[in-house]
């Protein structure tokens, strides 16, 4: 089967081993993912305010993009495409004088777009259709000995109308983990703010996220961090080192894609990770873990 | 923070314009605390999300501007899951900045950014950042 694949900025930069292993993935379920042609950037961030409506084209141009594929499933990785599509899909599917504004702006664009055409799924869910059973039919590493926390922050969960799974107590990363053998542990901030584009100019704001995240995951036992959005993955690994200086009792986490861990589990060559992309190397624990 | 308030400093508010960029009623806010419970970022915020409601239902967006909130809300939308009245803070927020970006106040300049962090940041860091932050 096949499916169209966006892929957006970072995977295709900072973000590689996230692409890499999450289309790896796929043809293990015969799923054939088809990057579509003259995508654009989606903006990254949904825009908030009603009167601009300039912030939309760019994540409409690419639903255009899709439906013209053939194949109107869009495939997300990135939670920052996922929401920013996923929002403006609806935006212009329930405000029909906007959708006109639009269309009259784009006058360019052959292909009328009406906001319900093309489906804009994440990796998440689509592994959830599989089920975990599937995946655990898969297994080439077993029995696993292994503790994570997931953590999903925010783009995948809110607002409600595009949430991927419940915004309070998501399942979507346990059910494929735990159903192959690994635990997840528990801990209060799943689904807490990183601190997002903050990083930029308010990186005391991402320090204070990241201790607080990462020091409840360790001290629930963690041996590892698994997430699925590459300002996430960022965020709680880049400032880690920080931590460690300002602090000595601070203790790190190796942070990993949800995609990078499956993909060692059911014996993909581990080579298509780029492990010096890590800023808290997860290799000595994977390698304790019997994993590479 | 001077929150006397007067006839005249309400009537400065363009409310129509407020709700036109927003969307959102700020009405509809009954000042429980929910928001400000749960959000992130509100202990690095001069003003807490509730609060900021509050004086723009007076009328005070100029108290409002005066302060960092604006500036340190990730967008996150955790305080709009969590209203009990659907009020979308995360939209007014947005609305205060794109009051102040629109009078072609920037709040970050891409030169200022070490270059060095500038390129170890993922692209989605950059570009949410800019749209948030600059017009
Ligand atoms: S949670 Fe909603 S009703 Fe309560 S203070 Fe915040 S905005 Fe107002
Ligand atoms: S959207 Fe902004 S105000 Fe609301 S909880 Fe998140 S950081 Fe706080």
Known sequence: MEISYYPGCTLKTSAKNYEKTGLALLPIFDIS???????VCCGATYSLTSDNLMYQLAPIR????????????????????YNTLK?????IENDEEKREKIKNFMDEEETDY?????????????????????????LVKSPLDLKIATYYGCMLLRPKEIQADSAENPQLMENIFQGMGVEVVEYPFRTECCGSYQIVNR?????????????????????????????????????????????????????????????????????????????????????????? | MNNKLTLENIQQFDLDEFQEISGENIFACYQCGNCSAGCPAADFMDLAPHEVIRLLQLGQIDEVVKTNTVWICAACVTCR????????????MEAVRQIVLRKKNNYVDLNKI??????????????????????
């Open chain 2, 81 to 92: 899951v969590r209203c009990p009245k659907g009020v979308d803070l995360s939209k007014i």
């Open chain 2, 114 to 135: 070490e270059s060095e962090l500038r390129e170890k940041l993922p692209q989605i860091a950059l570009v949410g950042n800019f749209r948030k932050f600059t017009l």
């Open chain 1, 87 to 91: 929002r403006a899909a609806l935006f």
């Open chain 1, 33 to 39: 993912p088809v990057e579509i042609k003259d995508w």
């Open chain 1, 62 to 81: 690419t639903l255009i993009r899709a439906k013209e594929s053939g194949n109107p499933r869009l495939l997300t990785l990135c939670d920052m495409c």
């Open chain 1, 114 to 138: 009406r906001g319900d055409e093309v489906e804009v799924v994440h990796l998440l869910t689509l592994l959830n259709e599989i089920g975990s059973q599937k995946i655990s039919e898969k």
């Open chain 1, 203 to 292: 990186r005391e704001i991402i320090l204070d996220r990241t201790k607080k995240i990462i020091s409840s995951a360790v001290k629930n036992n963690a041996d590892l961090m698994v997430l699925s959005c590459p300002l996430c993955d960022y965020n709680l690994e880049a400032t880690q080192k920080e931590l460690i200086e300002q602090d000595s009792n601070f203790k790190p986490l190796p942070v990993l894609y949800f995609s990078q861990l499956l993909a060692l589990i059911l014996g993909i060559d581990p080579e298509i990770n780029d492990w010096s992309l890590h800023n808290i190397d997860p290799t000595p624990v994977l390698k304790r873990k019997g994993l590479l």
